[in-house]
């Protein structure tokens, strides 16, 4: 069974300062992780993807994340935070087994920019 | 093309209504998805089809009922609904076994809806 974990509901950093997102996650085969950003009242945008090619994976608006298979960890970074990255951030799993995809998501942790 | 477009962006509708949300892709995805979204929740998976046909059924109760009338269009009829079904509900699609598998969801932006 695969299950995600997103440590801190909420985060609040300066604006400028590093961004921190963490996720953990369990599953018995080899995961694809991926980040999801959503703004207020708008559907879920992908911010980057590990699909098992290279463990640093960059995506869009600066951000990156880093797949450590021993720490079961798929964090996400930003090295300064902007006041457009105030929003809600999802980390998911899926297996790749068919061509559904049945994810299963994080709780979600609010990002907060502070000026 | 690379939108999922939902109609109606908000819908208010009385516990009698029968009411429907739409979904709408032209990126030839041949699998869609309905997820339901409660205030400060991640989505959870309601639907699921795969080539017109009905492959995921989350334990949806029947006052939710799917259609998908071709491989670009996927409907969600309501009727009957209780206040609690107020959520935002989003639509999403993936290409499918035929195409090359990412594991990638594109998502609407969702139709809020509310119960009264």
């Known amino acids: 069974a695969q299950s995600v974990t997103q440590l801190g509901s909420h985060v609040s950093v300066s604006e400028g300062a590093l961004v921190l997102l963490r996720c953990n996650y369990s599953?018995?085969?080899?995961?694809?992780l991926f980040w999801y950003v959503q703004y207020p009242n708008q559907g879920l945008q992908l911010l980057l993807k590990?699909?098992?090619?290279?463990?640093l994976v960059k995506g869009i608006n600066g951000f990156e994340a880093e797949f450590k298979k021993s720490e079961t960890s798929f964090h996400l970074t930003k090295p300064s935070a902007h006041m457009s990255d105030a929003a809600e951030y999802f980390c998911?799993?899926?297996?790749?087994?068919?061509?559904?995809?049945?994810?299963?998501f994080g709780t979600g942790t609010r990002l907060k920019v502070l000026a | 093309d690379t939108e999922v477009t939902q109609t109606p962006k908000h819908l208010v509708m009385g516990m009698t209504n029968k009411k429907s949300l739409k979904c709408e892709q032209h990126m030839g995805h041949r699998a869609m998805y309905w997820y339901k979204q409660k205030a400060k929740k991640p989505p959870e998976l309601m639907f699921v089809y795969s080539y017109e046909k009905l492959s995921i059924n989350e334990s949806v109760p029947s006052r939710f009922s799917p259609e998908c009338p071709n491989s670009s269009l996927l409907n969600l009829h309501l009727h009957a609904l209780q206040p609690e079904d107020s959520a935002l509900y989003l639509c999403a699609s993936s290409p499918g076994t035929s195409g090359r598998r990412t594991g990638e969801l594109f998502f609407g932006e969702g139709s809020r809806l509310t119960v009264l």
């Open positions: 590990y699909t098992s090619a290279a463990t």
């Open positions: 599953s018995s085969v080899p995961p694809y």
């Open positions: 998911a799993v899926t297996p790749i087994t068919s061509g559904t995809y049945k994810y299963i």
